[in-house]
Every structure is written in structure tokens, then in C-alpha cells.
């Protein structure tokens, strides 16, 4: 299988503060990667490091096969759709408007606009002020701006962040979907450990800028005593979690 994201000792420090530490992450081409983790574990700083938005302090990035670096980095964002905190929109104008003002920043065309709107369940929505938007649709909206141009890799930050149930039920579907509708592989990192449980394939579990775990999700249930079945799962994923954060603890102690 062909791997789409690799880091290798991938490091960020802020002033004498390490926040991701020699991170080996492996992304396999077209599964959804949950990335998980609870708030200020490193999720948002190694995403901004894969989209060249933060300069990593030591180690590298490989996208798409090849080693990011200044020459080549703006190619390797252009097959790269991400979406980091909110979406950037203007409330005064429509969902289709805001849509032609991404397209003709990333240069896609016009034409590519209806398929990503029908793709996240707005093309009904199309002429309406984003202002008039909840907040789950605004967040469709983002993956929609993320999602022109057909990438190959989706880069999403806590995209159901602050979605009521039902918003996020609807973005769950969403993402899991894409691999198949959109043959892209998504990245997605979030602290609402039951949420990626149900919606990621493969899983890389960090804390404190360490990676714990990664790897197919059954596998780490298979491990670990749970079960990924719908209606009952022996262990869930939050209490694998942190027995893993304890086992860290128990041997930076010993």
C-alpha cells in the first residue's frame, strides 16, 4: 500500500518548550487517519507542519512520495486540501459566492464548484448569505473550499468542534465517505475519541508530542481487548487511550 504522508523525527519546539517530539508518522493512501489526542497533545502543530504553515525544528515531511522543501512545497499543497480551526468565509455573500472566491485562488474552475457542494449536501443551499448558515454547514462549507480541485490528501483540524449532535453525526458521514466518493485520503485530528472511533480506519494516538500508537484501528482493538462493532464495544477507544498514556508515564518513571 502506498503511504501519502511520512515524517520522520518530525520535531517543533517553542522556545525551551518541545510540543511534538521526533514524530514517525504513516499515512496509507486512500484510509481515513485519525489523529488523536487530547487538547495541547501536538495535533494542530504536526498539522500545521504537514501544510508548511509552521517550520518544524528538526526532521522531515513527505508528502505525496516526495520530501517537502521550499522548492516544491507549493506544488505539493496544490494535490492538498486542508481545513484548520474555522473556515474562512464572508457572511454577506452566498455559499456559491464564497465558493468562486476559493476557486479562483487555488486557480480550479468554476466548473468544479457544483460537484463539491453536492459532494457535502449544500448544493440545495448554494444562493443562501453564508450568515444565514449554521455552524455544521459552515463547516461543510470548509470541506467543500478544501475538497476543489480534487486533491489527493484532506487535511482536517477538529472539524466537529463546537457541532451540535447532529452536526456532527452529519460531518461523521461526511468524512468517511470521501475515500471512496472522492478518492481522497483524509487526515483528521480531533480530542473526541468515541467520534474517530466510528469514523477512522487507521489510527496515530499522540500525547505530549509523542506518538503512542499507530496503526488499523482493529488491529489496536485486537491488541488491546476491545471490539469495533456497532452495537457494543468491549473496550472503547478513550479507555485504550489512556492505558496507553499510563503505560508512557509508568516507563518515563522507570
Known sequence: MNTIVKTHALTKRYGGETVVRELELTVPEGCVYGFIGPNGAGKSTTMKMLL???RPSGGSVTLLGQEMNE???????????????????????????????????KGVSGEDIGRVLEIVHLSGERRRRV?????????????AQALLGSPRLLILDEPTNGLDPEGIREMRALIASLPKRCGATVLISSHLLGELEMMADTVGIIDHGRLLWQGPLEQLMRERGGEVVVTRRARSLEEIFLELVHEQEEAERA
Open 52 to 54: 508548511g504553515l509552521a
Open 71 to 105: 522548492k516544491n512545497r507549493i506544488d505539493l499543497l496544490r494535490q492538498t486540501g486542508s481545513l484548520i480551526e474555522s473556515p474562512a468565509t464572508y457572511g454577506h455573500l452566498t455559499a456559491w459566492e464564497n465558493m468562486e472566491i476559493v476557486a479562483g485562488l
Open 131 to 143: 450568515r444565514e448558515f449554521s455552524l455544521g454547514m459552515k463547516q461543510r462549507l470548509g470541506v
